[in-house]
């Protein structure tokens, strides 16, 4: 019954979507992908999808006579966290005020609300295609009724010195990998049991890679943080704070079963200044 909840999610927005939209009319029969199948369609990216748990995806093709093709892709990921999840994953763009949270590259629209992520982009930017995008991504938007939350990790996050644009949410060693690479083994041990956020930090010139981990319970947390730091920061101190090859330093701090670690900071200071700010009101 569950799956099949989910399967009439996507099919009841499908049934909506517009057949035309301005000069551009649906060609042929939409194509719909699982998790297994979705390499097929999307070669090489399908694996980050895949860490979002993707129930299904809607590819729907836009076409006119004298202009570029549309594709409409439309991910089902089951949950608001991880749509929101995906959409972190590519935040480049100028914020554009559509779904939840939208940007918009050249020829690229992407944005997610409730359940769903979805993609629009063009295969050539004209000011008519461009406008044809827009115009499909406020209608899609306006289909999916209901709001999803952000992941409650967020609100972990301290607000001085964040770059929002940096914010990633992730459950996944895979897309934790893709922007700042760690190691081949899970050393920290995440996965669909914890929430994890990724952001950087600037302040008077200096710069902090933060992440966060909610672990399910405190043993968890403990044995992960001894793993990654036997495997990755053997040199660490009695403070928590150790030097990295490139110059930069690392730290971590635990508090319960919530672990913060500087991946990345230009000095000891600021990699502790920002550890500082976690735990503030803890």
């Given at each position: 019954m569950i799956e099949a909840a989910r399967a009439d999610a996507l099919r009841e927005l499908q049934r909506d979507l517009p057949s035309k939209i301005m000069d551009w009319s649906a060609e042929g029969p939409d194509r719909i992908f699982d998790s297994n199948t979705l390499f097929e369609y999307i070669d090489g990216g399908a694996e980050v999808y895949r860490a979002y748990n993707l129930r299904q995806c809607l590819s729907r093709r836009y076409v006119t006579a004298d202009g570029p093709a549309i594709i409409l892709d439309v991910f089902d990921m089951g949950t608001s966290k991880d749509a929101f999840g995906v959409f972190t994953h590519d935040m480049n763009g100028a914020v554009v005020r559509l779904g939840q949270d939208a940007r918009f590259q050249p020829g690229w629209l992407s944005f997610?609300?409730?359940?769903?992520?979805?993609?629009?982009?063009?295969?050539?930017?004209?000011?008519?295609?461009?406008?044809?995008?827009?115009?499909?991504?406020?209608?899609?938007?306006?289909?999916?009724?209901?709001?999803?939350?952000?992941?409650?990790?967020?609100?972990?996050?301290?607000?001085?010195?964040?770059?929002?644009?940096?914010?990633?949410?992730l459950h996944h060693p895979v897309v934790l990998n893709y922007h700042y690479y760690l190691a081949?083994?899970?050393?920290?041990?995440?996965?669909?049991?914890?929430?994890?956020?990724?952001?950087?930090?600037?302040?008077?010139?200096?710069?902090?890679?933060?992440?966060?981990?909610?672990?399910?319970?405190?043993?968890?947390?403990?044995?992960?943080?001894?793993?990654?730091?036997?495997?990755?920061?053997?040199?660490?101190?009695?403070?928590?704070?150790?030097?990295?090859?490139?110059?930069?330093?690392?730290g971590y701090r635990t508090y319960k079963a919530l672990a913060a670690v500087v991946l990345e900071a230009d000095s000891r200071g600021f990699a502790d200044q920002v550890l500082n700010r976690v735990f503030e009101k803890k």
């Open positions: 997610w609300k409730g359940r769903f992520f979805v993609s629009i982009y063009t295969e050539e930017e004209t000011h008519e295609s461009r406008n044809a995008v827009m115009a499909l991504g406020n209608g899609v938007a306006s289909l999916i009724k209901q709001r999803g939350s952000r992941p409650a990790i967020l609100s972990k996050l301290p607000t001085r010195g964040l770059c929002s644009d940096t914010v990633r949410y081949d083994k899970n050393l920290l041990g995440i996965s669909n049991d914890t929430d994890v956020v990724l952001a950087d930090y600037r302040e008077d010139g200096e710069v902090a890679r933060l992440l966060l981990i909610a672990y399910p319970d405190v043993k968890t947390a403990h044995e992960a943080l001894e793993r990654f730091l036997k495997y990755y920061l053997p040199d660490v101190d009695h403070n928590g704070f150790a030097p990295l090859e490139n110059g930069k330093w690392a």
